[in-house]
């Protein structure tokens, strides 16, 4: 298995231009998630899907969107990047262990993204 | 919500020597999860340990969640070892798996 795995891998915008940052994940995990770290502090959720078709806000969602077409991904979207957005983004998968109340969360590699 | 705080936040270390890391939390939990970002960014899983004490090679971790609180201990510490550790929590009551993340340690292992 490949795990978790992120496209691209460092990306440089303009203030204003957009992207969509990719996703993918071959564990069938339902749950998926996407996370930005600051320089300095831990990772912050920006936005989650409990399953294809269903996406909802995390602690930081504002310039962010998100779709989940497909079980296997999960694209962030930058409709008009700024400054502030420069962070290292960090996707997120996880499923519901048998018999438990909670998940075990695995991380992908992360995208470097700068906005100038 | 939760409160993840994590001490020490910076520890140097000489290659072999051990260390103890401390994740408290405000509220109780029934997910914790404990990560080395190592130097190049990437986030490596190493517990995930709700309650209960768990043991993988050097390094092992204890959360006494009625205390509200989780050590990861590392022995014989290596170079490799190098990087921030973070400390994750979460409660979930229902369909939703969000992690709390606290602001980690930064370790260094000099040789």
């Known amino acids: 298995n490949a795990g978790v795995t992120q496209t691209p891998k460092f990306r440089v915008l303009k203030t204003g231009q957009s992207m969509t940052l990719l996703c993918a994940q071959d564990?069938?995990?339902?749950?998926m998630y996407w996370y930005r770290q600051d320089p300095g502090m831990g990772l912050r959720l920006i936005h989650y899907s409990v399953g294809e078709g269903t996406t909802a806000k995390g602690e930081v969602p504002d310039g962010y969107n998100v779709s989940r077409l497909k079980k296997q991904n999960f694209l962030l979207g930058l409709e008009s990047a700024a400054p502030s957005q420069t962070s290292v983004y960090f996707c997120a998968s996880s499923y519901r262990r048998t018999g438990l109340p909670t998940y075990e969360q695995y991380f992908g590699p992360g995208t470097r993204l700068t906005v100038t | 919500g939760i409160q993840v705080e994590q001490s020490p936040p910076d520890l140097i270390l000489q290659e072999g020597a051990n260390s103890t890391l401390r994740c408290n939390f405000s509220?109780?939990?029934?997910?914790l999860q404990w990560f080395h970002q190592n130097p190049w960014g990437q986030l490596i899983n190493l517990f995930y340990?709700?309650?209960g004490t768990k043991q993988n090679g050097r390094l092992s971790a204890t959360t006494v969640a009625t205390e509200r609180y989780s050590l990861l201990y590392i022995s014989s510490s290596q170079t490799t070892d190098s990087g921030v550790y973070f400390c994750?929590?979460?409660?979930?009551?229902?369909?939703?798996?969000?992690?709390?993340f606290g602001t980690g340690t930064l370790l260094a292992v000099q040789p």
């Open positions: 340990i709700p309650s």
């Open positions: 994750a929590v979460g409660n979930y009551g229902g369909a939703t798996n969000k992690l709390i």
């Open positions: 509220d109780s939990v029934n997910n």
């Open positions: 564990m069938n995990h339902e749950y």
